[in-house]
C-alpha cells in the first residue's frame, strides 16, 4: 500500500469553493480563500444561519487506546465519506495537527491511507495560520507581563506567581524550564519560566470555547496570569492585553473549510491538547457544520474516559451542544493489549485475549451509554493482521452488550470500507434514545466532587486524594470564586487508572491528584494526575530529517 | 485628517484577482489567494517568465533619518501611486511589517496617510504567515541542535559556542538572554540562549536572497550553527534540517501581491532587518516585479549609507540586479536636526540649519552617485510644518549638487502629490546615465579591506578599530573559507559614525568594530559597530493597549 503523503499528493482536488458550493450551500462570497484548496468561512454568515435547525452530532471516541493509536481521526473521516457517499450532507469537524509532533515522532494527524483530509501538507504545516495567530496572542500577553513588571509593576504582580507560560509549536524539550530576563537591568527582572507546545496553551482552549468576537475578547479578559503578592488573582484584562490579543485572532477564529480524498467537506479547526485543556474540535466549527449539514462527524481525543468525558463535561456543557450518537473505536490489537498481550507480540491471533480486553470496552460502553446517556455503536477499525475469527469475536462481545459493532476497513477502502458502520449509526439515530443525556457532575457540585464524580463513576476509582499544595491551591481557587467549574482531568489516556501499564478496567483504585491549574479564560479548572508532558521532546532520529522539499515543490517524507 | 487606520478601513478594495490581471496581466490561476485582498503569486508561473525583459529598477532611500523616519514607505508608495496614475504599469516592492513594533512604539509599517498598501491590518498582522513560516523554521533548528546534543552529540557540538537563537515575532526584551534546559536530565543540557525578533534571523536574510526552491535548500544548508570542540563549523546541513525548514518555508517564497489605497499593484515580501541583515524586500518580488511591470519602486531601510549600501552590495551583487535610479527621501525636519536643531524644535523655520543640515544630504549624493554609481533625484517628503521657504531652500541646495530635487505631498494627497516626483524620475530615466553602476568593493577584497571601504569612502571615517575577540572571530571566518562573501555593517541609522548623536557629516572619525558574526546562509559576515538591538523590547505604555477588536470584527487602533 501507498504511503499517506504518496496517497495524499496523488489525490487530484477539487477547488474549494466548488466543494463548499456543492456539499454545504456555501456560496464563494462567504469564504475567505488560502490558496486553492483551504478556506475559512466567515464567522458573519455563520451567524445569519442562527434559524436554521440543526443536523445530527455524531461523537467519534475509543476505548483505551494502545501508544500507536486506534485510528479515530480515520474513522471519522472513513465515516464522513461513507455517509457522503450514500448522498447524505454530510461534513467531518477535525482538529487541526500541531507542527510540532510532525517533525518529531508523531507525523502528520490528518487521517491516513485512504481516509484522510487534504491538502495534507498543507494541513499539517502551517494551515490557515490559526496557531501562529495563536501562539502570537499567547507571546505577546507574555510580553506585557514582564514588561509591566519591568516598567513599574503597578498592579504589583508577584513574579514567583506567573502562571502563564509562552508557547511555540515546536517539540523542544531544551524549552520545558528555562530562565528569562537574564542580562542585567535594560532586559527585566529575572525567573524562571518555560514554553509549552501550542496545543497545551488555554489560549487554544478558548478559541475551541468560543463562537463570536466579543466572547473571544470576553474569555481572554478573564485569564488569570498570575497573582499578588497579596495572593489576588491578576487578569490579563488588568493588563490591557485582551483587546490586541482578540484582534490578533480575529480572522483565526472563522472555521477551515477542507475535503476528504473522496470529496467531502471537513471543518479542521483549533486542537487543544485532551489532557491539560478538553481536546476537542472548535464548538464555531461543531456548531456551523450542525447548521450546514444533515450530519456531523466528530471526534474527541484519547479514550472516552478522557476525550468524550471533557467533550460531554465541557465542550457540551458550555455551549448547548449534545451529541446524538458514538462510535466508539475498537481495534482487535487494543482488545488484546487490555487482554495482557504485549505491544510487541499484536500482531498474532489470540481470541482469549480479545474476549479479556473487553473489559476495556465494556466499561467505556458502560460509561458513554450510562452516564453520558448518549446510544452508540462500536466501530472496529481493522488491521491487516486481524483474524476474521478476531474480528468476529469483537462484534459478539459488543451485542452481549446491547451495542452494535460494524468491523470497517476505511484505511485501506476509504468511504467504502465504513459503508455498514454509516448504515449502523443511521439506524440508531433512526431509533428513539433508550438513555437521557447526562453530564457526570452538576456545575452546582465542589471542585472536590466533581473530581470525585469523574473518578468513581468512570475510572473505576475508589479514592481521590490530593498533594497538600494542590489542596491548598484547589481551596484558593474556590475561595477566588472559580468553583463553579467544570474540572478538566489530565492523566494517563492508555488506563482507567493513573498508571499508564494498569490495562483492561482496574477498579479500586485511588487517583492522586498532583497539580491543581486555573484556566479561568477557558473557564475550567485542570486536575493533574500524574505526570503531564506540556511541551514534547524530539527523539533520537526525528523524523525532520526525512521531510524534504523537491526542487519542483513537492514535499516529501511526511507520514 | 484621518488616523492612518481610518483611511485604510474606509478604503474600497478591489478583489486581488482583478488587480492581478488588469495592472500585471496576471491571470487568477496562477494566484493563491489569501483571503479576497491577499495573494500569492506563484513561483512557477514567475519562472515562466524568465525571457521577459527587465523592467526599470527605481531604488528609493534616505539621508540619514530622525527618530521617527522621513517617509520612505510612504514616498515608495506614493511615487508607485503617480505612476501608476500615469498610466504606467508600475509595481511598489516593499518590505513586510513585524509584528513585534506594531504593539510597541513604532506600530505598523504599510505606509501611512492617503499611501498605504492595503489591506492595512492584515499586512500589519500576520499576512499571509511568512514571518511564521520563518519563525517555524528557525525554531525547529534550534530544537534540532538541542536534540542533537541531547541525544548523544556525535557531531561533538560545542554548546558553548552554539550562534544560532530563537526567534519570536513579538518585542519581549526578557527572551533577549535565558538559560534553557534546565529542570535535569529529561530536558537536556543547560546553557546560555537568547531570543532575537523574526526579521533579525539570518533565516530572514536567505528568504530575501533566494528566488527558488532548490536554492533555498542549498542556502539553508550552508547556515553554520555552532563549532565543534575542536573549532570546525557545523551546518544545518549535518544537522539534517535543511529539508525539512526548506519545506516549512515552501510556500512562503511566493511573493505577496496586495495593492495601494489607488489601485495599483505592490508587492509585499520579506522584511530583514537594516543592521544585522541586508534590510531589502525579497529579491523574488523584485525580480517579479521587473518581469511584470515597466517600474519598479523599492526601498532599503535606514539610510543610503547602510539600507542602499547592502542594496547594491549584498541584494544586488548576490542577485545581478541594478538600479536604475535612486530616490533619496530628505525632510526639512531632517535637514535641521542635521543642522543642530533639537528634535523638539524641529516645528520652527530655520533655513539656516536646513543649510547646515545639507552636509548630510550632500554626502549621501555623493555616495549614491560617486561610489554606487546610481544617477538620483530628491523627494522633499513635505510635513504640514514645513515652510514655503525651507522647501525652496532644499530644492535649491539639491541644485547646487547638480541634483533635482521634487517636494511631495503624498502622505496628504496621494499620488497626486507625487506627480511631479514621477516626472522627475521618468526624465533621469530617460537620460543616458553619467554614471557607471559600481559596488563599494570588490569579493577579491578582505574581509578588513571590505569593511575599510564602507567606512572610509562612505562614512567618511578615517580608521576602523577591531576589538580583539572580534579580529579573532575575522580570522577563523576567513580561515574557514568565508573571506570572499560581503559585509553587512550594523551600526546606528542616525549619522555616518557610530555616535547616534554625531549629526551632520562627521570625518575622521573611527569605526571600531565590536563584534563578527558569520551568517554563512545568508552569505555575508556582520560587522557590529556600537550597540545592536536583535530583540526589541515594550515601552512603558505600548500600543498594545490601544488595540482593539470591536464586536463586528474591526480592528482598532493600529497606527
Known amino acids: ?50 434559524d436554521r435547525p440543526l443536523g445530527k452530532l455524531i461523537l467519534v471516541t475509543a476505548l483505551s487506546p494502545t501508544p500507536p493509536g486506534e485510528g479515530k481521526t480515520t474513522t471519522t473521516v472513513g465515516l464522513t465519506d461513507a455517509l457522503h457517499g450514500l448522498g447524505h450532507r454530510t461534513v467531518a469537524c477535525l482538529r487541526e495537527p500541531s507542527m510540532g509532533p510532525v517533525f518529531g515522532m508523531k507525523g502528520g494527524a490528518a487521517g491516513g491511507g485512504h481516509s484522510q483530509v487534504v491538502p495534507m501538507t498543507d494541513i499539517n504545516l502551517h494551515f490557515t495560520g490559526d496557531f501562529a495567530a495563536i501562539a502570537a496572542a499567547n507571546n505577546l500577553l507574555a510580553a506585557l507581563i514582564d514588561n509591566h513588571v519591568h516598567h513599574g509593576n503597578a498592579l504589583d504582580l508577584d513574579t514567583r506567581s506567573i502562571t502563564w507560560r509562552r508557547v511555540l509549536d515546536v517539540n523542544d524539550r531544551a524549552l520545558r524550564e528555562v530562565v528569562v530576563g537574564l542580562g542585567g537591568h535594560a532586559n527585566g527582572f529575572t525567573r524562571e519560566d518555560g514554553f509549552d507546545i501550542v496545543v497545551a496553551s488555554e489560549l487554544m482552549a478558548i478559541f475551541c470555547l468560543t463562537e463570536s468576537w466579543a466572547d473571544l475578547k470576553q474569555r481572554i479578559g478573564e485569564i488569570v496570569v498570575g497573582y499578588t503578592r497579596a495572593g489576588n488573582p491578576v487578569t490579563a484584562r488588568e493588563l490591557g492585553a485582551h483587546g490586541a490579543m482578540a484582534a490578533l485572532l480575529r480572522d483565526a477564529l472563522a472555521p477551515n473549510l477542507v475535503q476528504t480524498l ?29 447548521r450546514l449539514a444533515d450530519y456531523v462527524v466528530t471526534e474527541a481525543g484519547f479514550g472516552a474516559d478522557l476525550g468524550a468525558e471533557k467533550f460531554v463535561d465541557i465542550k457540551c456543557r458550555k455551549s448547548g451542544l449534545r451529541p446524538d450518537v458514538a462510535v466508539v473505536v475498537a481495534t482487535v490489537r487494543a482488545l488484546k493489549y487490555h487482554g495482557g498481550v504485549a505491544l510487541a507480540d499484536l500482531g498474532a491471533e489470540d481470541l482469549a485475549a480479545v474476549e479479556a480486553g473487553m473489559v476495556n470496552l465494556r466499561r467505556h460502553l458502560a460509561n458513554v451509554r450510562g452516564v453520558y446517556g448518549i446510544p452508540c455503536v462500536v466501530a472496529v477499525n481493522r488491521f491487516p493482521t486481524d483474524t476474521d475469527a478476531e474480528i468476529a469475536a469483537v462484534v459478539r462481545l459488543a451485542a452481549a452488550e446491547g451495542v452494535r459493532a460494524f468491523p470497517a476497513t476505511h484505511f485501506a477502502d476509504g468511504g467504502a470500507g ?33 473530581v470525585e464524580a469523574i473518578a468513581t463513576r468512570l475510572y473505576g476509582a475508589s479514592l481521590v486524594t490530593w ?93
Do not use: W
Open 1 to 50: 500500500m501507498l504511503s499517506d503523503i504518496e496517497i495524499a499528493n496523488a489525490a487530484v482536488l477539487r477547488p474549494i469553493r466548488d466543494v463548499a458550493a456543492e456539499t454545504l450551500g456555501i456560496d464563494e462570497e462567504h469564504l475567505s480563500p488560502y490558496g486553492r484548496h483551504k478556506a475559512k468561512v466567515d464567522l458573519g454568515y455563520l451567524a445569519s444561519l442562527a
Open 262 to 290: 473522496e470529496g467531502a467537506p471537513a471543518f479542521v479547526h483549533g486542537g487543544p491538547f485532551a489532557n491539560i485543556a478538553h481536546g476537542c474540535s472548535s464548538v464555531a466549527a461543531t456548531r456551523a457544520g450542525l
Open 418 to 450: 465504513a459503508r455498514d458502520l454509516a448504515t449502523g449509526v443511521l439506524e440508531v439515530l433512526a431509533e428513539p434514545s433508550a438513555f437521557t443525556f447526562s453530564y457526570t457532575y452538576d456545575d452546582e457540585a465542589s471542585l472536590t466532587e466533581k
Open 467 to 559: 498533594d497538600a499544595r494542590a489542596r491548598r491551591r484547589l481551596e484558593r481557587i474556590e475561595h477566588d470564586g472559580y468553583g463553579g467549574l467544570p474540572v478538566c482531568v489530565a492523566k494517563t489516556q492508555y488506563s482507567f487508572s493513573t498508571d499508564p501499564h494498569a490495562v483492561g478496567a482496574p477498579t479500586g483504585h485511588e487517583i492522586h491528584v498532583r497539580e491543581v491549574r486555573l484556566s479561568a479564560g477557558a473557564g475550567f479548572v485542570v486536575v493533574v494526575c500524574g505526570d503531564m508532558m506540556t511541551m514534547p521532546g524530539l527523539p533520537a532520529t526525528p523524523s525532520a530529517g526525512r521531510i524534504d522539499l523537491a526542487d519542483d515543490g513537492t514535499i516529501l517524507g511526511l507520514s
